[in-house]
């Protein structure tokens, strides 16, 4: 661990104290980017949960309270850039579950992107179909973008997150006074039958619902890759993670009530059909003011989407570079005036772009993006289970000697969070798998690849890569991880 804190101390480390609580609660909430979720993504759970969907929402944003519960607990005693990476590296003395970690993370890293890149151009196509119709315009969004997202975390974590900040707030605003408002004008209208549980066949549909949206709210621990940077970091990151949560919830299910009941119950299953039922809704009880505001904040929250992406990969790529864990120190390079893991930020950023420049030609911007966040979904619900199973062997293995350790808290609500977490995964395999064999058809047999490659990148790749340095590198994984930011700052002070 000396050799450690040496290798991040001096030029090549992030800066310190460089931001607060409020940056970092809007680091998590942009990541999860609620605008565009109003605007766009609550297609997909209220193709399934139909009326139900505000229950469906309230379901999956409790069931995310429980993946919090991970990253809070972690964030008391570690406060290093890697996040997930480092709390699972640390968490045992052999540090296995550190590149196992890493490596599926990585999968959602690479395919992740594709909300951002591609889903700008899915929003804007969404709103004209003259722009839709214009043969490959979608790549120039794809490079603007890609561009905002590299050049903007690039001038340092103060910068991008104080845009982050300013603009989030305004996005929450928006969206809890448009929801009000369009309650308020509903009238007689207002029902509580969007609370109420489906019953019969309809129970099914409602809870791969619930699956859906739980996806939705991911992101919500990334304040936990900025720690380093953050003042105050082992309580500014619990309650930035806090605060994030609970303005997720504000920002979502009052708009997921206003957005159904405004567009009509017994019309509801033709609302994940039109093209953009948000701005429709929208256009349709606050007129062309309220419809323009959401188009430009939900242009926006793609924007901000992509530039908190960008501050987390890159520190989470950096602390593993810092640890020499599957990548190599290049990458952990720190820019020496904006002390930002730059290297990072370009690798990962042209990864990703190739990768959804080419998915986007075979498949159109629309469908790659779709099939891309397949993989993330998968990817990113194992990491939170490796974290949860981490945790529990950190408070048995070093909190118990401490009497910090907690059943509730370290035990039961993780292991609840890896049930549910498992439960998503198999019905996303078993989902694709059986649409593909029913309509065998090139879109469905790409989902069908899609979620096939994300199975063997953990079972096999992440398992492969663990083995590798388990055996072959043992003495990297005694140091990974254990790096505390707080730690050095009370050393050297």
């Known amino acids: 661990m000396v050799d450690e804190i040496k290798h991040s101390s001096g030029t090549n480390k992030l800066k310190s104290n460089a931001v607060g609580s409020i940056q970092g609660i809007f680091q998590s909430l942009s990541y999860v980017g609620p605008a565009a979720d109003v605007a766009i993504l609550l297609l997909g759970t209220v193709a399934f949960a139909l009326v139900a969907t505000p229950l469906a929402i309230i379901v999956a944003w409790l069931s995310y309270g429980l993946f919090m519960i991970m990253p809070y607990e972690f964030s008391k005693y570690k406060a290093n850039a890697g996040s997930y ?40 196509f969404a709103i004209s179909t003259y722009i839709s119709n214009i043969p490959y315009l979608w790549i120039l969004f794809a490079v603007i973008i890609t561009l905002y997202m590299f050049i903007l975390p690039y001038l340092g974590i103060k910068v991008s997150t104080n845009y982050m900040a300013i603009t989030g707030m305004l996005e929450v605003l928006l969206l809890v006074i448009g929801s009000f408002i369009i309650i308020a004008r509903l009238g007689s209208a207002n029902t509580l039958k969007p609370f109420y549980l489906p019953t019969g066949s309809a ?180 990491v939170h289970i490796i974290g949860n199973t981490s945790l529990t062997f950190f408070s048995h293995t070093v909190l118990k000697k401490t009497g910090e350790s907690s059943i509730l808290y370290h035990y039961v609500m993780p292991t609840i969070a890896s049930f549910v977490g498992l439960v998503i995964i198999y019905y996303t395999v078993l989902t694709n798998i059986q649409t593909y064999i029913s309509d065998p058809n090139t879109l469905n047999l790409a989902y069908f690849i899609i979620v096939i490659l994300a199975v063997l990148w953990i079972v096999v790749g992440a398992v492969a890569v663990t083995l590798y340095y388990k055996f072959k590198k043992p003495e990297v994984l005694q140091n990974a991880g254990n790096y505390d930011a707080e730690m050095e700052i009370s050393e050297n002070s």
Not at 100 to 117: C, H, P, R, V
């Open 85 to 124: 990476y480092a709390y699972a590296a640390g968490s045992t003395r052999g540090g296995g579950f550190g590149p196992m970690a890493l490596f599926t993370w990585m999968g959602e890293n690479f395919t992740g992107q594709a909300f951002g890149i591609l889903g700008l151009s899915a929003f804007i």
């Open 203 to 382: 129970i099914g549909s409602f809870f791969f619902g619930v699956i859906f949206s739980i996806v939705d709210f991911t992101g919500l621990g990334t304040v936990t890759t900025i720690s380093e940077e953050m003042k105050n970091s082992k309580r500014n990151v619990r309650k930035s993670i806090l605060i994030a949560w609970l303005l997720a919830g504000l920002a979502l299910i009052p708009a997921s009530y206003a957005l159904v009941v405004g567009w009509g119950l017994p019309s509801i299953s033709a609302f994940a059909s039109a093209p953009d039922p948000g701005l429709i809704v929208f256009y349709r009880y606050l007129g062309p003011v309220g419809f323009i505001l959401l188009i430009i904040f939900t242009t926006n929250s793609y924007f901000s989407y992509a530039v908190s992406k960008t501050n987390a990969v890159s520190r989470i790529w950096y602390s593993a570079a810092r640890d020499r864990v599957i990548f190599p120190e290049y990458i952990g390079e720190v820019h020496k005036k904006y002390r930002t893991p730059g290297h990072a930020m370009l690798v990962w950023l042209a990864i990703s772009f190739v990768l959804d420049i080419i998915t986007g030609i075979y498949f159109g911007p629309v469908n790659a993006a779709l099939i891309l966040l397949t993989m993330t979904g998968v990817c990113i619900v194992t």
